[in-house]
């Protein structure tokens, strides 16, 4: 396998995990492979799946199988990992306004337009606020389709709004063959564009 291809099946991987994994281990597993760290998410994922009772569908499983194993993943742990059939409603709700009501998000939203505006590589970018409905604590999330390199714009989109001060960004850069996840097609019903239509380069 090339190293083109195990990272991006390694994204992937971590984008079907979206709204099951916290924020925390996944921003930080995307920076990983977004340097090119896949032996960091190998060692790191597993363990974090098993501790956060994770559990993966088949296909899940494949990928889990052809990257983080090559990749040094403990072949115990891997195989500890629990299965199952379907995976359940995440416990999120969706909006495409701030839950706040205030313009807070605003200025994040500008400085990603203009990152994201113009280049052809990007098919749509857009933007939703999710709410946990048992914390009731809310993240933004920005949903990007690419036809180019997903796990490195993920980890360019996440240095930037940590550099504006959120400390777990959540960001979902899905290829453009990617089938979305009943969580991304939550989020993607209920968001808003983050480049005005007319402003991408179409590919």
């Known amino acids: 396998m090339s190293t083109a291809t195990q990272t991006a099946e390694c994204h992937e991987l971590l984008l079907r995990l979206a709204g099951r994994l916290g924020d925390r281990q996944l921003w930080r597993c995307r920076d990983w492979l977004a340097s090119g760290a896949v032996d960091a998410v190998a060692r790191v994922l597993p363990l974090t799946l098993l501790r956060e009772r994770v559990a993966i569908t088949p296909e899940e499983s494949r990928l889990v199988g052809a990257v983080l194993l090559p990749a040094g993943a403990d072949a115990e742990r891997l195989n500890a990992i629990p299965w199952v059939d379907e995976i359940s409603e995440t416990d999120y709700t969706f909006s495409a306004e ?106």
């Open 98 to 203: 701030s839950p706040d009501r205030v313009s807070a998000g605003d200025s994040d939203a500008v400085v990603l337009g203009a990152i994201l505006r113009g280049r052809p590589e990007v098919v749509e970018a857009r933007s939703t606020w999710r709410r946990d409905r048992t914390s009731g604590s809310t993240a933004r999330v920005v949903l990007v389709t690419t036809t180019g390199d997903a796990a490195h714009l993920t980890g360019e989109l996440q240095r930037v709004l940590r550099a504006l001060g959120t400390a777990e960004p959540v960001v979902e850069v899905l290829p453009r063959a990617f089938e979305p996840t009943g969580y991304h097609r939550a989020a993607l019903a209920a968001s808003e564009p983050l480049v005005a239509e007319g402003h991408l380069v179409p590919s």
